[in-house]
């Protein structure tokens, strides 16, 4: 292997190591009972996209699960795959076809469909390339599709038991209608998003009080005029009332009980309308009356069932007008909106229209408002399914991540509405449904009326004419009629992804795959789709294979920008993961998302916060490079040492006090990490994993190791031991979150320091496949952490000090330790050349202390020069250690008495300000609580600067 570069350049690695890793099926899981499955299902990305940061983040979290599985000893398994995305990949190749001049009708279906299949070949799989370059380490071999032939087969499978348990069923029901996808919509699949409208009061003329109807059914222009006997509804939709057939009243309503029993008449149509009441109706709502249209609202629906009421559709699948009086037919529903309050207001129909803010639903594909409607569509009745989904969770069979997620998960369940599964597009499944001609011949079987009266109906049991089958049958098996003709509806596209955990394992076929890795072990998902996707997934399970598909859930947060705004074309504040990738590298984009958020929380991001990772990097970049340089020809073997002693002792107290610090350290960090993971708390795992790293790694031990190199051989070597020990360990901790950089580092590390002696027969070659460290309570050493932590005390409160009082960094000042303790004592004793070196020290001497010295982390000036004490001297305490390290000659004490008291001043001022804000009670009452809670943390921050350097400045004042 060539030597490791002076810089760490990712574009030189990613791509060819993630080739490697391919090209080795590292990427592999096999079945059998040699190791324990642990497996994982990629939530299918539509083959119409491409990579954002919401998949960078999902995708991130499931390949630190999976790397660190597969380390452990897991035959770990994540299955990518595909989703057809019916509706979205649909809108996509009609627009293609749009800029051509054609519609999907001018090809027909089949050849449309092959047009799509050529669309998803030439584009499909670009979302797969671009995890790739985020170094998802999928079982690429096991790539699905949600309509390759396998999943296919499991669509129709469970499809067909389902209506065999009598689960799926066909009847009219009020649905979402997309008028410019024109197909319906599930409920998830049409999110309400509050939308200022008007809400229209409209005069409904009283029978028999000179109304001038003509009849029930009648239709006469807009040209009657009420008399001063009517009933006034509000509507937010004036449009829908050409379909009315009834007006419903509160039964307890005193206006309107006189009323009940009565009609009145539908202004412009002139239709007879009973006044109904009933319990479901808002008195608070508008006039408290309102108008019933059955066939275009879900509430009117169920009144229209209740009351045995007529049930009119007026309008087509495109929203037009139809069943109308005819100045309106053909009129898209907002021009006909507008129309039709001209004409009340003619007619002396309209009463106020006042500003309205409601949720209206709109289409989750292609934002158009969706259209209650009437329609035959086919459903799954979801109750049955929910019962065992429940209980999983409820008995805690399946967990959510954070579990505040379990109750929101269980509030829809326990909610649950029957699943409308029939869409009216031609990309996906088609329902295996037929029809036979003859049969449904009168009966209205398979029609689907464009502005027709449709009747409702409840779930409709298994009827003649009707044939549920795998394939085509060659005749009905009622009448023996060889005219069949398959339902033209497709399946939704969430009816094939509920299955994906078993599925892309072979179901309904009983394969090894099956047998070994499902149940597959956890879910890494986003909150959006916990309905559309998580329960269906749980339900199916149970209906399939009679167990959970996954035991945990770990339901990530959004992708914010740095001010908390979702990102979006529309807003501009987009950041490309894939450009991330270029300018920063993979490992930069993984680790930034992962330390940007707690668990399950959101994600705020700004594109310099991607520095840090790559700066990351180039740490572990260069300290590698160090430890190569001192280990190179030491005869060290890190590949035959792995997770074995650092040194042929097997008393680790033979070893120096920092060689015994970083290892202590080390087995902490490894149980830190290891319970993070544990609890999905990446962000934690990583912290952890920088914090020792860059501080106690780099900082610490890698200069404390410089200076032991110095003390002699056999040292050295020990040191070098500990150095690639600690490092190559450190590394494979690191790798679930930083692959590349990890795994050239530790090709490079372990190759070069085994050259002495051969490989361990059956060592890995890539880090990727070496064990997952595991913590040694035998080198957890907590006297040698608190010894080694008293040295970084007084060395960082010498540098700080020097620092603060403008002390030359030329300089070398004599020092002057202070402890109580005789065993503190002798390591610093022991230790002096470090303490030198470190703090940039000339002599040290160390003494014994006072009987009470002051309190740890003090600071304070002094005269006295008895009792170990030095004259003009800085004296700090640490830990019990009281340093002083005199001043004179060192430092211009008029000109840092002038500085410090600017500083003081300045300090004393902003301190007066803060404290100010905090007696404010409108701030502490008002104010958001992070906000107050900053304040508070400012406020002490400035505390303590100010008495160290009122501190610093009496010293001064003394000399």
């Given at each position: 292997?060539?030597?490791?570069?002076?810089?760490?350049?990712?574009?030189?690695?990613?791509?060819?190591?993630?080739?490697?890793?391919?090209?080795?099926?590292?990427?592999?899981?096999?079945?059998?009972?040699?190791?324990?499955?642990?497996?994982?299902?990629?939530?299918?990305?539509?083959?119409?996209?491409?990579?954002?940061?919401?998949?960078?983040?999902?995708?991130?979290?499931?390949?630190?699960?999976?790397?660190?599985?597969?380390?452990?000893?897991?035959?770990?398994?994540?299955?990518?795959?595909?989703?057809?995305?019916?509706?979205?990949?649909?809108?996509?190749?009609?627009?293609?076809?749009?800029?051509?001049?054609?519609?999907?009708?001018?090809?027909?279906?089949?050849?449309?469909?092959?047009?799509?299949?050529?669309?998803?070949?030439?584009?499909?799989?670009?979302?797969?390339?671009?995890?790739?370059?985020?170094?998802?380490?999928?079982?690429?071999?096991?790539?699905?599709?949600?309509?390759?032939?396998?999943?296919?087969?499991?669509?129709?499978?469970?499809?067909?038991?389902?209506?065999r348990k009598g689960l799926i069923y066909r009847g009219s029901y009020i649905i979402n209608w997309c008028p410019r996808c024109q197909t319906a919509l599930a409920d998830?699949?049409?999110?309400?998003?509050?939308?200022?409208?008007?809400?229209?009061?409209?005069?409904?003329?009283?029978?028999?009080?000179?109304?001038?109807?003509?009849?029930?059914?009648?239709?006469?222009?807009?040209?009657?005029?009420?008399?001063?006997?009517?009933?006034?509804?509000?509507?937010?939709?004036?449009?829908?009332?050409?379909?009315?057939?009834?007006?419903?009243?509160?039964?307890?309503?005193?206006?309107?009980?006189?009323?009940?029993?009565?009609?009145?008449?539908?202004?412009?149509?002139?239709?007879?309308?009973?006044?109904?009441?009933?319990?479901?109706?808002?008195?608070?709502?508008?006039?408290?009356?309102?108008?019933?249209?059955?066939?275009?609202?879900?509430?009117?629906?169920?009144?229209?069932?209740?009351?045995?009421?007529?049930?009119?559709?007026?309008?087509?699948?495109?929203?037009?007008?139809?069943?109308?009086?005819?100045?309106?037919?053909?009129?898209?529903?907002?021009?006909?909106?507008?129309?039709?309050?001209?004409?009340?207001?003619?007619?002396?129909?309209?009463?106020?229209?006042?500003?309205?803010?409601?949720?209206?639903?709109?289409?989750?594909?292609?934002?158009?408002?969706?259209?209650?409607?009437?329609?035959?569509?086919?459903?799954?009745?979801?109750?049955?399914?929910?019962?065992?989904?429940?209980?999983?969770?409820?008995?805690?069979?399946?967990?959510?991540?954070?579990?505040?997620?379990?109750?929101?998960?269980?509030?829809?369940?326990?909610?649950?509405?029957?699943?409308?599964?029939?869409?009216?597009?031609?990309?996906?499944?088609?329902?295996?449904?037929?029809?036979?001609?003859?049969?449904?011949?009168?009966?209205?079987?398979?029609?689907?009326?464009?502005?027709?009266?449709?009747?409702?109906?409840?779930?409709?049991?298994?009827?003649?004419?009707?044939?549920?089958?795998?394939?085509?049958?060659?005749?009905?098996?009622?009448?023996?009629?060889?005219?069949?003709?398959?339902?033209?509806?497709?399946?939704?596209?969430?009816?094939?992804?509920?299955?994906?955990?078993?599925?892309?394992?072979?179901?309904?076929?009983?394969?090894?795959?099956?047998?070994?890795?499902?149940?597959?072990?956890?879910?890494?998902?986003?909150?959006?789709?916990?309905?559309?996707?998580?329960?269906?997934?749980?339900?199916?399970?149970?209906?399939?294979?009679?167990?959970?598909?996954?035991?945990?859930?770990?339901?990530?947060?959004?992708?914010?920008?740095?001010?908390?705004?979702?990102?979006?074309?529309?807003?501009?504040?987009?950041?490309?993961?894939?450009?991330?990738?270029?300018?920063?590298?993979?490992?930069?984009?993984?680790?930034?998302?992962?330390?940007?958020?707690?668990?399950?929380?959101?994600?705020?991001?700004?594109?310099?916060?991607?520095?840090?990772?790559?700066?990351?990097?180039?740490?572990?970049?260069?300290?590698?490079?160090?430890?190569?340089?001192?280990?190179?020809?030491?005869?060290?073997?890190?590949?035959?040492?792995?997770?074995?002693?650092?040194?042929?002792?097997?008393?680790?107290?033979?070893?120096?006090?920092?060689?015994?610090?970083?290892?202590?350290?080390?087995?902490?960090?490894?149980?830190?990490?290891?319970?993070?993971?544990?609890?999905?708390?990446?962000?934690?795992?990583?912290?952890?994993?920088?914090?020792?790293?860059?501080?106690?790694?780099?900082?610490?031990?890698?200069?404390?190791?410089?200076?032991?190199?110095?003390?002699?051989?056999?040292?050295?070597?020990?040191?070098?031991?500990?150095?690639?020990?600690?490092?190559?360990?450190?590394?494979?901790?690191?790798?679930?979150?930083?692959?590349?950089?990890?795994?050239?580092?530790?090709?490079?590390?372990?190759?070069?320091?085994?050259?002495?002696?051969?490989?361990?027969?059956?060592?890995?070659?890539?880090?990727?496949?070496?064990?997952?460290?595991?913590?040694?309570?035998?080198?957890?050493?907590?006297?040698?952490?608190?010894?080694?932590?008293?040295?970084?005390?007084?060395?960082?409160?010498?540098?700080?000090?020097?620092?603060?009082?403008?002390?030359?960094?030329?300089?070398?000042?004599?020092?002057?330790?202070?402890?109580?303790?005789?065993?503190?004592?002798?390591?610093?004793?022991?230790?002096?050349?470090?303490?030198?070196?470190?703090?940039?020290?000339?002599?040290?001497?160390?003494?014994?202390?006072?009987?009470?010295?002051?309190?740890?982390?003090?600071?304070?000036?002094?005269?006295?020069?008895?009792?170990?004490?030095?004259?003009?001297?800085?004296?700090?305490?640490?830990?019990?250690?009281?340093?002083?390290?005199?001043?004179?000659?060192?430092?211009?004490?008029?000109?840092?008495?002038?500085?410090?008291?600017?500083?003081?001043?300045?300090?004393?001022?902003?301190?007066?300000?803060?404290?100010?804000?905090?007696?404010?009670?409108?701030?502490?009452?008002?104010?958001?609580?992070?906000?107050?809670?900053?304040?508070?943390?400012?406020?002490?921050?400035?505390?303590?600067?100010?008495?160290?350097?009122?501190?610093?400045?009496?010293?001064?004042?003394?000399?």
């Open positions: 292997m060539t030597e490791l570069p002076p810089q760490y350049n990712p574009q030189d690695v990613e791509e060819s190591r993630y080739k490697w890793w391919d090209e080795q099926g590292l990427f592999h899981a096999d079945p059998g009972p040699k190791r324990t499955p642990y497996t994982i299902v990629i939530p299918p990305p539509n083959v119409t996209g491409i990579l954002h940061m919401g998949h960078a983040l999902n995708n991130t979290i499931q390949d630190i699960l999976i790397r660190w599985r597969r380390m452990q000893g897991f035959s770990a398994l994540w299955v990518p795959g595909t989703d057809h995305a019916g509706i979205a990949t649909q809108n996509v190749v009609e627009k293609a076809l749009a800029k051509e001049g054609k519609r999907r009708q001018d090809l027909g279906r089949d050849a449309f469909i092959r047009r799509v299949w050529q669309w998803k070949e030439q584009y499909g799989n670009t979302i797969l390339y671009q995890l790739k370059r985020l170094g998802s380490s999928c079982d690429w071999r096991r790539t699905r599709f949600t309509m390759d032939e396998g999943l296919s087969e499991a669509v129709t499978a469970v499809f067909l038991e389902l209506y998830e699949e049409a999110p309400r998003q509050q939308t200022q409208g008007k809400l229209y009061h409209i005069r409904y003329p009283l029978e028999g009080e000179g109304s001038g109807a003509k009849g029930e059914g009648a239709v006469s222009p807009p040209t009657l005029r009420p008399s001063p006997a009517f009933i006034e509804v509000a509507t937010t939709r004036p449009e829908t009332m050409l379909g009315d057939t009834a007006i419903a009243v509160h039964p307890k309503d005193k206006r309107y009980k006189a009323l009940i029993g009565s009609y009145a008449i539908l202004p412009i149509v002139n239709r007879r309308l009973p006044i109904i009441a009933d319990d479901a109706v808002d008195r608070e709502f508008g006039t408290g009356a309102v108008k019933v249209t059955p066939a275009h609202d879900p509430v009117d629906f169920q009144l229209g069932r209740k009351h045995k009421l007529e049930f009119i559709n007026v309008m087509t699948d495109d929203a037009r007008m139809a069943n109308v009086p005819e100045a309106y037919k053909g009129l898209d529903r907002y021009d006909c909106r507008s129309k039709l309050i001209v004409d009340l207001e003619q007619g002396g129909f309209l009463g106020a229209i006042d500003e309205h803010a409601h949720n209206v639903g709109h289409c989750y594909r292609c934002g158009t408002v969706v259209e209650p409607r009437l329609s035959p569509q086919w459903f799954v009745k979801m109750e049955p399914l929910a019962r065992p989904a429940i209980k999983a969770v409820k008995d805690g069979v399946i967990t959510f991540h954070p579990a505040r997620w379990t109750k929101v998960y269980l509030n829809w369940m326990e909610n649950i509405q029957d699943w409308c599964i029939s869409r009216q597009i031609w990309w996906g499944h088609r329902l295996p449904v037929y029809y036979c001609s003859k049969c449904a011949r009168g009966s209205g079987l398979g029609a689907r009326g464009k502005g027709s009266q449709l009747p409702a109906s409840s779930p409709q049991p298994p009827a003649e004419g009707i044939i549920v089958s795998k394939s085509k049958p060659t005749k009905c098996p009622t009448c023996g009629s060889t005219d069949l003709k398959q339902d033209e509806d497709v399946l939704d596209t969430w009816f094939s992804s509920w299955l994906w955990p078993f599925s892309t394992l072979g179901w309904p076929e009983k394969t090894k795959d099956l047998a070994c890795f499902y149940p597959t072990n956890t879910l890494v998902t986003a909150q959006e789709i916990i309905f559309f996707w998580v329960a269906r997934m749980i339900m199916a399970g149970y209906f399939c294979m009679k167990r959970p598909p996954f035991t945990a859930v770990y339901i990530h947060g959004t992708v914010r920008d740095i001010t908390g705004k979702k990102m979006s074309k529309s807003l501009g504040n987009i950041i490309d993961p894939l450009d991330i990738i270029k300018q920063y590298g993979t490992d930069a984009l993984r680790y930034t998302l992962v330390t940007a958020t707690a668990i399950g929380q959101d994600v705020f991001l700004s594109e310099e916060r991607f520095a840090a990772g790559r700066n990351f990097a180039n740490k572990l970049w260069n300290a590698t490079r160090f430890v190569l340089s001192t280990a190179r020809g030491s005869g060290l073997g890190a590949r035959g040492s792995i997770d074995q002693p650092p040194v042929p002792s097997p008393q680790p107290r033979t070893l120096s006090v920092p060689d015994r610090w970083i290892l202590s350290r080390l087995q902490r960090t490894i149980e830190r990490v290891n319970g993070s993971l544990e609890k999905f708390l990446f962000n934690e795992a990583a912290t952890t994993l920088y914090d020792f790293l860059w501080h106690d790694f780099c900082d610490w031990y890698l200069e404390v190791s410089k200076i032991q190199a110095v003390a002699g051989r056999q040292s050295q070597v020990t040191s070098n031991r500990v150095l690639v020990q600690v490092l190559e360990t450190s590394l494979r901790l690191l790798h679930p979150t930083m692959p590349f950089v990890t795994e050239e580092l530790w090709q490079h590390l372990t190759r070069a320091t085994g050259d002495m002696r051969p490989a361990t027969k059956g060592a890995p070659s890539s880090i990727m496949v070496a064990p997952w460290p595991k913590a040694d309570k035998k080198l957890v050493d907590a006297e040698a952490e608190r010894l080694f932590e008293q040295l970084q005390g007084v060395v960082t409160a010498i540098r700080t000090t020097r620092a603060e009082l403008n002390v030359p960094l030329e300089s070398r000042p004599a020092v002057r330790l202070a402890a109580s303790q005789a065993a503190v004592r002798s390591f610093f004793e022991a230790h002096r050349p470090l303490l030198q070196a470190l703090a940039a020290l000339g002599t040290v001497d160390v003494g014994a202390a006072r009987e009470s010295p002051p309190r740890a982390g003090s600071r304070r000036a002094t005269k006295d020069s008895g009792a170990g004490k030095a004259k003009d001297a800085a004296a700090m305490v640490v830990d019990g250690v009281e340093v002083f390290m005199p001043l004179a000659g060192l430092i211009d004490a008029g000109k840092e008495r002038s500085r410090l008291q600017q500083r003081v001043d300045e300090l004393t001022k902003q301190l007066s300000g803060i404290e100010a804000r905090l007696k404010d009670a409108q701030f502490t009452a008002k104010a958001p609580k992070e906000v107050v809670d900053q304040t508070k943390e400012r406020h002490a921050q400035i505390q303590e600067t100010l008495k160290k350097f009122s501190d610093h400045l009496a010293l001064l004042q003394s000399m």
